[in-house]
């Protein structure tokens, strides 16, 4: 693999403990798909055969994680959307057999190529504004053929496509029709059968777990991680969205790489996140799609200094939102964060979300050399602008996925 010197750049690194750690006039060396080396543009020399990019100024990042997607899926739910504008709640709809339960319907009728080619234009529009990693979940199989089908896919996603995919089993999303009244019979099923069988497929790289009174309890959660945890699995969970069932602080006690959503999150439980190492992974386009109005405890969340993750929740009913550039608009004009705070959020804070932090998120001598190249020069851009995708390169692990266009 080629040495690659990106000179004459802005790099926003993400190195220190807030802000965008900026450094101007800056210069970055790769090689061997890492990041070698860093500094002002003024001190490099470039080494024989090494490629050179002048950057004329423009803004280097880490490539964007997108850390909480359920991007692979049957069918649409547009029609839920025109339903919640004329006045039904979304616990109304999934009471009436749509919601989540309408997607899996579609889901099991679908074959893997049919969910193959309804992902890709998802992914490719996630990938074309500089991600390069992203989380997909299962969850709208509830039956073990289907989840495991919906892993193969986000799997091949990963491979066909360049990025990097993690893979989170969500078998716990909500109660198929076939085990109305038998909540407790279907987790059995997911933990004696469906997640085992998966993680044996080398399919599953963390377990989630949907706790909220249309899903599951907290008491069935704990039953999930614990198979979870017998398999060496780590485990996120979907808390707090819609009521404060206690989920995000028993998820924080047995270790949660993250916990998402959390609107109704108890200022209580925050210190629980911040004592574990819990990430809050924030959902704004969940929150816009619904039309929420409580706001997750932001100031608590600052106040404790949990690490705040962003990220698309891409899916057919709740956020059906594939650009992450608007996630990050909307995470500061809808819940107020700062523009460092939303970018922060979708690299280091979202590789925390899913455990990569160690190698991926920021710009640090031996870390993954995935980076974006953008035509801005000043980090604030990427959330103030709408419309405009300013992504001008791509490097997935020193290698080009999308090479900067000659000026």
Not at 16 to 38: H, N, T
Not at 172 to 199: K, N, Q, S, T, W
Not at 365 to 384: C, E, H, I
């Amino acid at each position: 693999m080629p040495s690659t010197l990106f000179t004459n750049a802005t790099l926003a690194c993400f190195d220190a403990a807030d802000g965008y750690g900026l450094r101007a006039q800056a210069a970055l060396r790769v090689d061997e798909g890492r990041i070698a080396w860093l500094g002002a543009a003024s001190d490099c020399e470039p080494a024989g055969g090494t490629e050179v990019v002048d950057c004329g100024g423009r803004l280097l990042t880490p490539g964007l994680v997108d850390c909480h997607t359920h991007l692979v899926y049957g069918g649409d739910r547009a029609d839920e959307f025109e339903q919640r504008l004329e006045g039904a709640s979304y616990a109304e709809i999934a009471a009436a057999g749509g919601g989540i339960r309408a997607t899996v319907a579609a889901t099991r009728r679908a074959s893997e190529e049919e969910l193959f080619a309804q992902a890709r234009p998802r992914v490719q529009a996630l990938l074309a504004e500089g991600v390069t990693t992203l989380e997909i979940k299962s969850g709208y199989g509830l039956d073990c053929e289907t989840e495991i089908k919906m892993l193969r896919v986000a799997a091949r996603l990963g491979d066909e496509l360049g990025v990097r995919v993690q893979k989170t089993f969500l078998g716990a999303h909500a109660l198929p029709p076939e085990f109305d009244g038998r909540a407790d019979a279907y987790i059995d099923r997911v933990c004696d059968d469906m997640l085992p069988r998966a993680a044996a497929e080398g399919l599953v790289d963390a377990v989630d777990v949907f706790v909220e009174s249309i899903a599951f309890s907290p008491a069935q959660a704990e039953r999930v991680f614990d198979c979870a945890a017998r398999l060496g699995l780590p485990i996120k969970a979907h808390a707090e969205q819609l009521s404060d069932l206690g989920g995000a602080a028993l998820a924080a006690a047995r270790g949660a790489l993250s916990v998402d959503h959390l609107e109704y999150l108890s200022e209580t439980d925050v210190a629980l996140l911040a004592a574990n190492g819990t990430v809050a992974v924030l959902l704004p386009g969940a929150f816009y799609v619904l039309r929420e109005t409580r706001l997750p405890p932001l100031e608590a969340l600052r106040a404790h200094g949990v690490p705040l993750a962003l990220a698309s929740d891409g899916n057919p009913g709740s956020s059906p939102l594939h650009s992450l550039l608007l996630i990050l608009n909307l995470g500061c004009t809808l819940f107020r964060l700062t523009p460092a705070e939303a970018l922060r959020g979708v690299t280091l804070n979202g590789a925390k979300a899913l455990g990569l932090e160690d190698e991926i998120g920021s710009l640090e001598v031996g870390k993954q050399a995935d980076l974006a190249l953008w035509d801005v020069d000043r980090p604030a851009m990427l959330a103030y602008r709408v419309g405009i995708n300013p992504c001008r390169a791509v490097m997935q692990g020193g290698a080009w996925r999308r090479r900067p266009e000659t000026s």
